[in-house]
Nanobody
């Protein structure tokens, strides 16, 4: 069974950048919906980005479009989230996920946010 470990979070000033990593052990991401979600204190979980490991359409939450980019190195079993032009409202705990439902009609994924496989998340704080 896959185990996930997130890293790369930290404190950054508004307008700055961070790259989050999600390393998988025990399995690759093949044939899976994968992505990132975040949760800020007192707020609901929010799906940030989704992708199907073997192709399909990558999706982004409207609030991060044009600023965040998800990528996958399946050979290394690592998923990345490049975050640019960070804003204070991006402050949250970020979690990666390996699991969800793939729609053949839209070629997009809907994440199962409970499929964290042991990941503890990585904190992103955007503040001056």
């Amino acid at each position: 069974q896959v185990q996930l470990v997130e890293s790369g979070g930290g404190l950054v000033q508004p307008g700055g950048s961070l790259t989050l990593s999600c390393a998988a052990s025990g399995s690759t991401f093949s044939r899976s919906c994968i992505g990132w979600f975040r949760q800020a204190p007192g707020k609901e979980r929010e799906e940030v980005t989704t992708m199907y490991a073997d192709g399909g359409t990558t999706t982004y939450h409207d609030s991060v479009k044009g600023r965040f980019t998800v990528s996958l190195d399946n050979a290394k079993k690592v998923m990345y989230l490049q975050m640019d032009s960070l804003k204070p409202e991006d402050t949250a705990m970020y979690y990666c996920v390996a699991g969800g439902i793939f729609s053949t009609a839209t070629m997009t994924c809907r994440l199962n946010m409970n499929a964290r496989f042991g990941g503890q998340g990585t904190q992103v704080t955007v503040s001056s």
